[in-house]
Structures are given as structure tokens and as C-alpha cells.
């Protein structure tokens, strides 16, 4: 089970919002260089990475903090990017620039094309964001709800090769009342892409519940607010999963 430590760029600063939620941001870290050296001195394997201005923006807007992390850790920590990715050309500099996978969220439910001319440029690096809300597609930073169901749409991406789908319940991210891991799994168990876990990790429960489960196609979970407010210490948390996943 591969934990992802988050650190979500809003004005070049590392923070955490609720619901996707701007203005309801709390900084957690002046320079997210030091935040990304306080989580791969801490055991992380990979990173994830949210252009928070970007995804509103749809375009890149923390272009030098990203390049910064990823001069720093690119060569020896994966790094996976969303937010504001909405062409090849973005893609193709951010990949250039070391980026090992980039998150396209919004754009491959509004512009499938685009999603399927990603995978085939580049293959293997490809990651699509599913947020939902009563299993229903969100986008547009979460601001609305559609009529595909995720199930729905997470099959129509199978013959693409997308590399993973990160699923997010927006209704609890940021909000520390733990994954949703019923429907985590009914997703996973649906599609033969790997998933990844998203929004409302709360503490070491949730990470036995998800290593529970791990044998359905849920690959790893995104942690967010529970490891910089403390309520999930990310080492013992990394520790933990390995073990279970040996056992």
C-alpha cells in the first residue's frame, strides 16, 4: 500500500483546504520545498502534488514551486501533478521537467479526446482524478455535480491506458472523517485500473482498512490534512502498511 503524502500549492505556499474549498485554505507551510524534504526524510515513496490556482485557473500557476520540488526530489522520489492540466503541451513540459505522472481531472470528462491523445503520448504517465459526491462525477473544482456515475465513467477508461484513478469523495476531503472505503473498493472492483484513495483520511484506521483491501485493486491513498495536523503520524502510518501488506 503506497501512502502519498499532499502538498497542495495555493500563491506558491503549502496548504490544505475543506471540500476544495479556497477560502476555506489553512497554510501548513511557508516553502513546500522543506514540506516535500519533511515527507521523503519521513519514508515517502511518492508525492502528489495539487496546482490549486492551476485547477481553477486551467492553466499552470505554480510553475517555479513545482520545478523547485521536483529539481530537488524528481530523481529519486516519483512525483504526480494535477491542477490546470489541460493540453499536451503542458504535459509534455511538466514530464521534460521531471515529472513522473501527471493528474488530469476535469478535462478527461469534459474533453475524452484529450485524455485518450495523453495516454498515447505518454504512456505510463497518465493519471485521471475521479472526485464524486453520492457516486456521481464532480468537476470544475468540485463546483458541479454531473450525471456520470464514476463506476460509468472509470470503465469507458479502461482500454485507454491510464495508469491509475485517484478516487476522491469530495464531500469528505479535508474533512478528517475518514476515507470512504466502501465505495473506494466497489470502484476498484469494477475496473481492472488500479485506484487510489482520496479525501477525509483520518487516522491509522483508515490505513488498516485500506491495506484490508488493498487485494481489490486499491493501490494507495492520498494523505492530506490528518499527517500535517498530526492525527496520522505518515512514518509509523508507511510502517504500519508495509506490514500488513507482508502479512
Known sequence: ????????????????????????????GEDPVEVARRWYDAGARRLHLVDLNGAFAGQPKNLNVIKAILKEFGEELPVQ???????????????????????????????PGFLQDACTAFAGHIIVGLDAKDGMVATDGWSKIT???????????????????????????GMLTGINVDATVKLAQAIR???????????????????????????????????YTGDLDFEAAQERADELSEG
Open 81 to 111: 501533478l494535477g491542477g490546470g492540466i489541460r493540453d499536451l503541451d503542458t504535459i509534455e513540459r511538466y514530464i521534460d521537467a521531471g515529472m513522473q505522472y501527471v493528474i488530469i481531472g476535469t478535462a478527461a470528462i469534459k474533453n
Open 193 to 227: 485500473i488500479p485506484v487510489i484513495a482520496s479525501g477525509g483520511l483520518s487516522g491509522m484506521a483508515d490505513i488498516e482498512a485500506l491495506c484490508a483491501v488493498e487485494s481489490e485493486g486499491v493501490e494507495g491513498v492520498i494523505c492530506g490534512r490528518a499527517i
Open 1 to 28: 500500500m503506497l501512502l502519498i503524502p499532499a502538498i497542495d500549492l495555493k500563491d506558491g505556499h503549502c496548504v490544505r483546504l475543506k471540500q476544495g474549498d479556497m477560502d476555506q485554505s489553512t497554510t501548513f
Open 147 to 173: 450525471n456520470h456515475s464514476v463506476i460509468d465513467t472509470a470503465k469507458r477508461f479502461e482500454d485507454w491506458g491510464v495508469e491509475s484513478i485517484i478516487y476522491t469523495d469530495i464531500g469528505r476531503d
